[in-house]
T-cell receptor, first 112, second 111 residues
Framework: NAGVTQTPKFQVLKTGQSMTLQCAQDMNHNSMYWYRQDPGMGLRLIYYSASEGTTDKGEVPNGYNVSRLNKREFSLRLESAAPSQTSVYFC???????????FGPGTRLTVT | GESVGLHLPTLSVQEGDNSIINCAYSNSASDYFIWYKQESGKGPQFIIDIRSNMDKRQGQRVTVLLNKTVKHLSLQIAATQPGDSAVYFCAETHNTDKLIFGTGTRLQVFP
């Protein structure tokens, strides 16, 4: 029972390159989330998915796209990476609404 | 790896003492609150939650207090241990899927 897994753990991109961050869960929860974490900014929501087939923007969606492939998987894509997207990215899952979210180990992304 | 970095408020306590970490929230309509612990290089870990119809909730060695009048939340850790050293975040929500996180407090435990 791995909970929430994320790949890759680390990534370095050049400006303009694209990549997809993967998230998978075995907790059978409906809601999945992508956050970024920057120094002094706490965790900010990029996109979330309340159920398979639905996605919604969070606080900082610009420059990102998401895909809820099935109940287990939720991917985050950077089409043209920028240095401002250097951050640590966390995927989280939960029952939605007023319930806790469970976080993956994170992906540390550096864009040069 | 860092969790949140350069200008985090820091609480330093001696091992065995009690710790109190505070959080001011912004939305008076928020009705659900969570505390998370984040160790270096790891994702946030759920500690305890509380709904707005409660003032206090206790877990194992932790207690969360909610004061809705002044929009204040606190996390009390009894008999603080070196393993409690981490960054602690509060989060709030108002009947939605979206949690709003605070910027965090670093807890340092000295022997």
């Amino acid at each position: 029972n791995a909970g929430v897994t994320q790949t890759p753990k680390f990534q370095v991109l050049k400006t303009g390159q694209s990549m997809t961050l993967q998230c998978a869960q075995d907790m059978n929860h409906n809601s999945m989330y992508w956050y970024r974490q920057d120094p002094g900014m706490g965790l900010r929501l990029i996109y979330y998915s309340a159920s398979e087939g639905t996605t919604d923007k969070g606080e900082v969606p610009n420059g990102y796209n998401v895909s809820r492939l099935n109940k287990r998987e939720f991917s985050l894509r950077l089409e043209s990476a920028a240095p401002s997207q250097t951050s640590v990215y966390f995927c989280a899952v939960g029952r939605g609404g007023m319930y806790e979210q469970y976080f993956g180990p994170g992906t540390r992304l550096t864009v040069t | 790896g860092e969790s949140v970095g350069l200008h985090l408020p820091t609480l330093s306590v001696q091992e065995g003492d009690n710790s109190i970490i505070n959080c001011a929230y912004s939305n008076s309509a928020s009705d659900y609150f969570i505390w998370y612990k984040q160790e270096s290089g790891k994702g946030p870990q759920f500690i305890i939650d509380i709904r707005s119809n409660m003032d206090k909730r206790q877990g194992q060695r932790v207690t969360v207090l909610l004061n809705k009048t002044v929009k204040h939340l606190s996390l009390q850790i009894a008999a603080t241990q070196p393993g409690d050293s981490a960054v602690y975040f509060c989060a709030e929500t108002h009947n939605t899927d979206k949690l709003i996180f605070g910027t965090g407090t670093r807890l340092q435990v000295f022997p």
